[in-house]
DNA sequence: AACTGGCGGGG
DNA sequence: GTGTACGCCAGTT
């Protein structure tokens, strides 16, 4: 099947039984993809042209599986296992034995398929505590990323979806299939709200949500108020209460119904805070696609809010991700710098302390408090829209949803990149440690970083070279990775790495190495292409943003790996990688001092040398 | 001066 | 996945 353009509906195709309902075939670019609980319903969230519509499947069960002693004789206690619990039997549905991989090397393992998706961490902690019992894998991926993983979808790509219609929805009677899809676009709001604030802080009890400002990429401009000053900007909408005018945003968003809703710091802030006053005043933020209320995601620290069927990005999370990989650097992450940072322009502020002034005076502050709420959702619409491109890059490269991948450190991003990937290969995929084993990974020492001591003064003309740039090349050439570490097959013969005890295989290629070379190989390709391509154009950009993903996760595996929370954690790994970095840093050090430059410091992963008079080319030789 | 602990972003 | 990191500042000793 050819996709056509625009919303690719096929006709109804007949099945052998002419009394069963019309089974549809549609494509669509996977935007988001949701499991509920309460319906055990897996839902995706499709766009295909200007059309969205979503597909869902009630029968996903994800399996996970048991490394023992005698898998045949393990598979004969687990499927008897009956466990009584809320006045249900938990039993497996299925176990047999098969053959998987750990690190590459084929193991028997048994898969064990739960009734539903929540049985699998009653079977898996009574599993646990059975004799003979190894190791347990795969059951702690949660279910829509587990489904996503499992069809081999790939969010913002094409997935094609076949079943029954109700609706805007798809039944699915079948899995659905990946299929390559150009990202249609994707529309934007943005919201920013203030707030009454007497007593410093708001208090969500009490103080009112004085207006809301809206900006979408199509140009809308909107602040919604309740305090009907005399004002000429014609952006600005009374209603007649608080409660009127959350119910007009909620009426606003679902009439304009973008693909993607934002704001800055809305984790935190803006959505908790309109949850709250909502709740009280008894509106129903009923911001869904389906009409469904937001649902408040717990993680982390703060909470993601979740609206069903668009993808709520916080652009702070984006900010707070690049302040994270280096990318900017600023003492405050404020709208206003962040914006004159990134896009060089300044916008109007406005000191927080006068906002009661303003909201009980009017007058020319008032009036002031109106642009500047407006000021502040355009500042996030176009923050947001900068930096989509590269999240949606991001999202397709390691397979997850742009909502989760918004709010993903770099190394969550590269454990979904190696979950995925182990997936292809019939890879176990470990566990996340457990509380013990990661105090025990604290408590390890790392072999001392490099660093010289380095020559007093204030030096001039000084050009650095950044040796983490070296790492992932490093992984890939010298074999880096928790099966080749140490291994016991090149005992003696094996690759020496320098200044450690340890060596790395020759005889079979690691899995993180294979995943760190596949990325390699892509931006390599990426670069080439771009290298005909107008600066300015349209697909140059697009092709910047993937060069520069694909960059992040390379250079994010380094981390990952002496991260003590993560599932592939290899400090002898980790240390190997700083190793051969130092022996190249020592081999330049030595080179540039022969060519006539001083290098007046270097710590693990840099350099830092004179120019002496050359040219900063010279130095590059 | 050297330390410890908490915070950031929003209002 | 109540899964970050790390520089800065205020408050101690
Ligand atoms: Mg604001």
Not at 50 to 58: D, L, P
Request: hydrophobic share 40%; glycine share 6%; proline share 5%.
């Amino acid at each position: 099947m050819k996709a056509s353009a625009g919303f690719s509906f096929q006709p109804p195709r007949h099945r052998f039984n002419p009394a069963a309902a019309d089974i549809y075939l549609m494509r669509g670019v996977l935007f988001d993809a949701e499991y509920v609980d309460e319906t055990r319903e897996m839902r995706l969230w499709l766009k295909s042209g200007e059309r969205v519509f979503s597909a869902v499947e009630g029968s996903f069960i994800p399996r996970f599986f048991v490394e023992g002693e005698d898998p045949e004789k393990l598979a004969r206690v687990v499927e008897k296992i009956e466990i009584r619990e809320n006045g249900r039997i938990i039993r497996p549905v299925s176990v047999r034995t098969v053959e998987m991989k750990r690190l590459g090397n084929t193991v028997k393992v048994l898969e064990v398929v739960p009734e539903q998706p929540k049985d699998i961490q009653t079977l898996r902690r009574f599993i646990r505590e059975m004799p003979g019992v190894r190791q347990i894998y795969n059951y702690d991926i949660p279910v829509s990323k587990h489904y996503l993983i499992s069809c081999g979808l790939t969010p913002m790509d094409g997935a094609e979806v076949e079943g029954e219609m109700r609706g805007s929805e798809v039944i699915l009677s079948a899995p659905p299939k990946p299929v390559r899809l150009a990202v249609p676009k994707l529309s934007m709001i943005s919201f920013d709200i203030e707030v009454y604030n007497p007593a410093g802080s708001p208090r969500h009890e009490k103080d009112p949500i004085m207006m809301i400002g809206l900006a979408g990429d199509d140009g809308f401009r909107r602040v919604l108020t309740w305090r009907r000053f005399p004002t000429k900007l014609d952006f600005v909408e009374v209603l007649e209460s608080e409660k009127k005018m959350i119910e007009r945003f909620v009426e606003i968003v679902r009439e304009r119904d973008p693909d993607i809703l934002l704001g800055y710091n809305t984790d935190f802030f803006d959505f908790p805070y309109l949850r709250e006053r909502a709740r009280i005043l008894k509106v129903k933020l009923a911001l869904g696609r389906d009409g469904s209320e937001i649902v408040a995601r717990r993680r982390k620290f703060a909470t993601a809010t979740r609206v069903r069927g668009r993808i709520h990005i916080d652009v702070f999370a984006m900010v707070d991700f690049l302040a994270t990989i280096g990318s900017i650097r600023l003492v405050h992450y404020t709208l206003e710098n962040v914006y004159k940072y990134l896009l060089g322009k300044d916008k109007p502020d406005f000191e927080f302390t006068k906002f009661v002034e303003a909201w009980e005076k009017g007058g020319e502050a008032w009036e002031r408090l109106l642009v500047y709420n407006l000021s502040d959702a355009v500042a996030a619409l176009e923050l947001g829209h900068e930096l989509l491109s590269l999240f949606l890059e991001l999202s397709k490269i390691i397979g997850q949803v742009p909502f989760d991948v918004v709010r993903m450190t770099p190394g969550q991003m590269v454990e979904w990149l190696l979950i995925a990937e182990g997936f292809r290969r019939d890879e176990l995929i470990p566990a996340r440690p457990v509380a013990e084993t990661y105090e025990e990974r604290l408590e390890e020492t790392y072999t001392g970083a490099y660093v010289m001591e380095p020559v007093r003064g204030l030096h001039e003309n000084i050009v650095v070279f950044d040796f983490r740039s070296l790492y992932p090349s490093i992984i890939v050439t010298h074999n880096i990775d928790p099966s080749t570490i140490n291994c016991s097959c090149c005992a003696g013969t094996g690759e020496r790495v320098p200044d450690l005890p340890y060596h790395t295989c020759r005889r079979r290629r690691g899995f993180l190495p294979e995943v760190v070379e596949k990325i390699l190989k892509a931006r390599f390709d990426v670069k080439k292409r771009m290298k005909d391509l107008d600066r300015g154009s349209h697909e140059y950009k697009q092709l910047n943003a993937k060069q520069w993903a694909l960059k992040i996760i390379a250079n994010s595996f380094y981390g990952m790996l002496g991260y003590p929370k993560a599932r592939w954690y290899c400090k002898e790994c980790a240390e190997s990688v700083t190793s051969f970095g130092r022996h190249y840093i020592k081999w330049t050090i030595r080179m540039a001092e022969e060519a006539g430059f001083r290098v007046v410091y270097s710590d693990t992963d840099s350099l830092h040398c004179l120019l002496n008079g050359k040219s900063r080319n010279e130095a590059l030789k």
